[in-house]
């Protein structure tokens, strides 16, 4: 059984920065996707950040030039470093990862922007 923990979440003033981290334990084979997504309240969630195994990424176009995506194969982490936090940036944060042909999630990390 696999399981991720994110940590790193938190509360934060407008153009501040977070850095969300997540781990995998368990039965590890090869990671395929990690990915960060976002669900705001009253909103569907919507992916933020993906990269892959050739080290690969994705953003949504809404952070583009300010959040970046990373892992670590060694550590089987992968990092959503966060930089000019905006209000509209305030969600629960979900790390996601496939591992052959399996879907994994976090439990969500909270992130609040404020104005």
């Known amino acids: 059984q696999v399981q991720l923990v994110e940590s790193g979440g938190g509360l934060v003033q407008a153009g501040g920065t977070l850095r969300l981290s997540c781990v995998a334990s368990g039965s590890i084979g090869s990671i395929n996707v990690l990915a960060w997504y976002r669900q705001a309240p009253g909103k569907q969630r919507e992916l933020v950040a993906s990269i892959t195994n050739g080290g690969s990424t994705n953003y949504v176009d809404s952070v583009k030039g300010r959040f970046t995506i990373s892992r670590d194969n060694a550590k089987n982490t992968v990092y959503l470093q966060m930089n000019s936090l905006k209000p509209e940036d305030t969600a629960l944060y979900y790390c996601?990862?496939?591992?052959?042909?399996?879907?994994?999630w976090g439990q969500g990390t909270q992130v609040t922007v404020s104005s």
């Open positions: 996601y990862m496939r591992i052959g042909i399996t879907s994994y």
